[in-house]
């Protein structure tokens, strides 16, 4: 049986992940990055929490040759998570959760989501550094909360 997941989602530290946010994130059991680590090291600190950490290729990760995209299945949904906007919906996706540019987003596109938990590192369009919680209930309910660093 499935349990409730605590899922923390970031986006977009280049090569910054403040003391503060490591700390916060202490409560998820797994965190989402939706990349632009930009330098390997910066992921060490993330390392050493107890949650799973899924990674993949942003437009500034020169060091790394991970995935593009990834397609994750939790409780019942099944999320994408990408760094750059989505061009297309693929059928059966709850929502598409990406970074990028460096803002929250959170918008009802009818047969899914897109989710953006905004930027830990230079936000944009009168935004706050920030990211999300992402949970997701055992029965497959699941809400988004942004959180201000």
């Known amino acids: ?14 090569n910054h992940l403040p003391e503060a946010l490591v700390d916060r994130l202490s409560p998820a059991e797994e965190i989402w990055h939706l990349d632009d680590v930009c330098r390997p090291e910066t992921l060490e600190k993330l390392d ?7 990674t993949f290729q942003g437009n500034n990760d020169p060091y ?17 998570l990408q760094h750059l906007p989505h061009q297309s919906i693929p059928p059966k996706l709850t929502a598409i ?13 009818g047969r899914a989501w897109t989710l953006n938990p905004g930027v830990i590192t230079g936000p944009r369009k009168q935004s706050q ?17 942004l959180e201000t660093l």
């Open 48 to 54: 050493e929490l107890p949650a799973d950490r899924f």
């Open 64 to 80: 790394f040759h991970w995935e593009e995209r990834l397609t994750l299945e939790r409780n019942g949904l099944c999320f994408q």
């Open 129 to 145: 550094s920030s990211f999300a919680w992402l949970r997701i209930s055992s029965v497959g309910d699941w809400t988004w909360e």
């Open 1 to 14: 049986m499935p349990n409730d997941l605590i899922i923390a989602v970031i986006s977009d530290t280049h």
């Open 97 to 109: 959760l990406f970074g990028h540019l460096h803002y929250p987003i959170k918008e009802d596109l």
